[in-house]
Each structure stands twice: as structure tokens, then as C-alpha cells.
Nanobody, 121 residues
Framework: VQLQASGGGSVQTGGSLTLSCAASGRTFSSNAMSWFRQAPGKEREFVAAISWSGISTLYADSVKGRFTISRDNAKNTVYLQMSSLKPEDTAAYYC???????????????WGQGTLVTVSS
């Protein structure tokens, strides 16, 4: 079972990026999914979550209105659209699969490798 995050890169302030988290080894269509991030020297923080159906979403206050989480269960993939990026969004972004299908997610079963996002001023 693997969660592979991709789509990171370097952008300037105000730019946009879309991250993808592709799952393999099993289907995650019944799992809620989340994105986390960890900046250098800081603790990992929650970014966004989406229920198994995609109907319910949650966002950290710091990204609300700028980031959008979505999923395509047919492709076993979760996305994070990021816009109006700020230097403080610079971090390694990780996806994770929740133990249930609902949000908020209480526990996680699987974690993916990170993809690095760098926002320059």
C-alpha cells in the first residue's frame, strides 16, 4: 500500500500549484483523506481533509479560502489546489488516509511521502 504525493515545486508569492496524492495497493474510496505539511524546524500541521464521498471538507484557518481539497475515487487520487501562495506555505506536504470515511479524522492508517513546495517572495 502506497500513497505517493506529487506536484510540488517552486513558485513565487501569489502563484498556484496543485498537488496530487495517488494511492496504490488498495482502494481508498471509503477512507477520508487529509493533507498535512511540515515546514523546516516546525511541527507537522494539518492542512485539509475530505470525506470519502467528497461532500465534507475541513481546512486549517491558515489556508481557508486559498486551498481546495478534492478527490477522484475512480482514480484513487486526492488533490490539493493551492492558490495565492505565501512564503509561509513553504513546506513538505504529505497526504494521509484516515481510518474511517468521515471528517474530522480521528486517526490515520497510512501516510505518504512528502512533496516539497517552496514559495519565494
Amino acid at each position: 500500500v502506497q500513497l505517493q504525493a506529487s506536484g510540488g515545486g517552486s513558485v513565487q508569492t501569489g502563484g498556484s500549484l496543485t498537488l496530487s496524492c495517488a494511492a496504490s495497493g488498495r482502494t481508498f474510496s471509503s477512507n477520508a483523506m487529509s493533507w498535512f505539511r511540515q515546514a523546516p524546524g516546525k511541527e507537522r500541521e494539518f492542512v485539509a481533509a475530505i470525506s470519502w464521498s467528497g461532500i465534507s471538507t475541513l481546512y486549517a484557518d491558515s489556508v481557508k479560502g486559498r486551498f481546495t481539497i478534492s478527490r477522484d475515487n475512480a482514480k484513487n487520487t486526492v488533490y490539493l489546489q493551492m492558490s495565492s501562495l505565501k512564503p509561509e506555505d513553504t513546506a513538505a506536504y504529505y497526504c494521509a488516509a484516515g481510518s474511517s470515511g468521515r471528517v474530522p479524522i480521528r486517526s490515520y492508517d497510512y501516510w505518504g511521502q512528502g512533496t516539497l513546495v517552496t514559495v519565494s517572495s
